[in-house]
């Protein structure tokens, strides 16, 4: 980690079970191998100026006692890169990256690989591209690249020949690097049109405008208006709980006659569901809420919300078979560049039939 602007950890795929304690350490390989506690350290660090005489005469000496550095360690000391690199934004409190990460650490272990999460510190493209940097430098295999397709080509563009290769990961198709993605376009599409398969015509989206997957979204959702011959309502906010509640109190306050509501994401969902209580209004008897994403939070609210599902482990699944094939681990040839992956329609009890006492609410 370097402070101010990355963190990096390794996750494994497992269940958590109590700590092994191991009474050998770095003093006592030193020792075992005729060795300074500098050398050691400079062989589990995969340091090129230890002779290949002297690493084996440490590591048969750590064999030895039992001891067990960080995995991580082992594989650089032996000069493997069984690691793959998952770089991540900011916005790691959205269930969907720790779904993301979870799914990519099972599918990498299958094949005998780890996971490195790199973390940017600010949300900024030049952020986010010193972090995959280091990331890239810490002798990852390969890297999965989850961000927006403008940082994508910023990390990517004038890399060295001879820097790991890439996958995208749920950004818009319109990158130069493998990808697998959800056709975000269908998935506002769909739930537009079940939203006007209801009866409603005064659908206002929240959250929306600037970044890729919202514009994906949002074309989906004017295409299906367009087609019904309705006007669009789209409001920008911030895209969390704190962000719904707060949009969703200010559209209400705005005098639009609206009876369902689609915001970018889960979480905005939610919040807005908790905005409408507090200005008087039930979901979905008096107005309609669904949100993207699918997150297991949505499931045991009070309505249940109706969402659009991305397959987060189907997504996590193929990025990594896409990078293991041109890592070399991963031997399906029929494995296509671009993938695009179907969203689902989740029905809960969150949306209705609009009521049927009024055209709306006018606040």
Same mark, same amino acid.
């Given at each position: 980690?370097?402070?101010?602007?990355?963190?990096?950890?390794?996750?494994?795929?497992?269940?958590?079970?109590?700590?092994?304690?191991?009474? @050998?350490?770095?003093?006592?390989?030193?020792?075992? @191998? #005729?060795?300074?506690?500098?050398? &050691?350290?400079?062989?589990?660090?995969?340091?090129?100026?230890?002779?290949? =005489? /002297?690493?084996?005469?440490? /590591?048969?000496?750590?064999?030895? /006692?039992?001891?067990?550095?960080?995995?991580?360690?082992?594989? /650089?000391?032996? %000069?493997?890169?069984?690691?793959?690199?998952?770089?991540?934004?900011?916005?790691?409190?959205?269930?969907?990256?720790? !779904?993301?990460?979870?799914?990519?650490?099972?599918?990498?272990?299958?094949?005998?690989?780890?996971?490195?999460?790199?973390?940017?510190?600010?949300?900024?493209?030049?952020?986010?591209?010193?972090?995959?940097?280091?990331?890239?430098?810490?002798?990852?295999? %390969?890297? +999965?690249?989850?961000?927006?397709?403008?940082? &994508?080509?910023?990390?990517?563009?004038?890399?060295?020949? =001879?820097?790991?290769?890439?996958?995208?990961?749920?950004?818009?198709?319109?990158?130069?690097?493998?990808?697998?993605?959800?056709?975000?376009?269908?998935?506002?599409?769909? *739930?537009?049109?079940?939203?006007?398969? *209801?009866?409603?015509?005064?659908?206002?989206?929240?959250?929306? #405008?600037?970044?890729?997957? @919202? +514009?994906?979204?949002?074309?989906?959702?004017?295409?299906?208006?367009?087609?019904?011959?309705?006007?669009?309502?789209?409001?920008?906010?911030?895209?969390?709980?704190?962000?719904?509640?707060?949009?969703?109190?200010?559209?209400? #306050?705005?005098?639009? @006659?609206?009876?369902?509501?689609?915001?970018?994401? =889960?979480?905005?969902? !939610?919040?807005?569901?908790?905005? +409408?209580?507090?200005?008087? *209004?039930?979901?979905?008897?008096?107005?309609?809420?669904?949100?993207?994403?699918?997150?297991?939070?949505?499931?045991?609210?009070?309505p249940a919300l109706t969402t659009v599902e991305l397959p987060v482990d189907e997504m996590a699944r193929k990025a990594v078979d896409m990078l293991g094939r041109h890592v070399g681990?991963?031997?399906?040839?029929?494995?296509?560049?671009?993938?695009?992956?179907?969203?689902?329609?989740?029905?809960? =009890?969150?949306?209705?039939?609009?009521?049927?006492? #009024?055209?709306?609410?006018?606040?």
């Amino acid at each position: 980690m370097t402070g101010e602007e990355s963190a990096h950890l390794t996750l494994e795929s497992g269940n958590m079970s109590a700590c092994h304690i191991n009474m @050998a350490n770095i003093y006592d390989v030193a020792r075992d @191998a #005729g060795v300074s506690i500098a050398t &050691v350290s400079r062989v589990f660090h995969g340091k090129e100026s230890v002779g290949a =005489d /002297l690493r084996e005469r440490v /590591l048969a000496a750590a064999d030895q /006692l039992g001891y067990r550095p960080h995995r991580l360690a082992r594989a /650089l000391a032996r %000069g493997r890169r069984n690691i793959l690199g998952l770089m991540l934004p900011t916005e790691i409190s959205h269930p969907f990256y720790g !779904l993301l990460a979870e799914g990519v650490a099972r599918a990498a272990k299958e094949y005998g690989y780890e996971v490195m999460v790199g973390l940017a510190a600010r949300p900024s493209t030049e952020s986010y591209v010193e972090a995959a940097t280091e990331l890239q430098d810490s002798r990852v295999s %390969g890297m +999965l690249l989850c961000a927006g397709a403008a940082t &994508v080509r910023a990390f990517t563009e004038g890399r060295r020949a =001879d820097a790991p290769p890439v996958v995208a990961v749920g950004c818009v198709p319109e990158v130069d690097v493998p990808i697998v993605t959800v056709d975000e376009e269908k998935a506002g599409y769909e *739930l537009t049109r079940y939203l006007l398969g *209801l009866g409603h015509e005064s659908i206002a989206m929240l959250g929306w #405008g600037g970044e890729p997957r @919202a +514009l994906g979204r949002e074309h989906g959702y004017v295409r299906a208006m367009d087609e019904a011959g309705l006007p669009t309502m789209m409001y920008e906010g911030e895209r969390t709980m704190a962000g719904g509640v707060k949009t969703a109190r200010e559209l209400m #306050g705005r005098g639009r @006659a609206v009876t369902a509501l689609m915001t970018f994401n =889960d979480p905005m969902a !939610l919040g807005a569901m908790r905005g +409408l209580h507090e200005v008087g *209004l039930r979901v979905p008897e008096d107005m309609s809420v669904a949100g993207f994403d699918g997150i297991p939070q949505g499931a045991c609210s009070i309505p249940a919300l109706t969402t659009v599902e991305l397959p987060v482990d189907e997504m996590a699944r193929k990025a990594v078979d896409m990078l293991g094939r041109h890592v070399g681990f991963c031997e399906d040839d029929d494995c296509e560049d671009k993938i695009l992956i179907n969203p689902r329609l989740v029905v809960r =009890d969150s949306c209705r039939p609009p009521s049927t006492t #009024g055209d709306g609410f006018e606040r």
